[in-house]
C-alpha cells in the first residue's frame, strides 16, 4: 500500500507542475489518475477513515476542477 502512496504523491505533484505552466488538460488527467489511486487504496481498506477522507477531498476537488 505504500507504494500506491508514493505513486499517488508523484502524480499529484506532476499534477501541481503542469497546472503551473497552465496545461490545465495534463494537470485534470493527473489528478483523475491521483483519484483512481485513491479509490484503490480505499478498496485495499475501507476501515481506513484517513484515505477514506483523502478520496473524499481529491472527488470534491476533481468535480470542481472539471467544472472550470
Sequence with gaps: MLRYLHLM????????????????ETALKL?????EIAKKLVELDPKNTQWQRML???ASISNLLKKS
Design 56 to 58: 473524499e477531498s481529491k
Design 9 to 24: 504523491d508523484s502524480i499529484y505533484a506532476r499534477h501541481c507542475l503542469q497546472q503551473e505552466q497552465g496545461d490545465t
Design 31 to 35: 489528478y483523475s489518475d491521483s483519484l
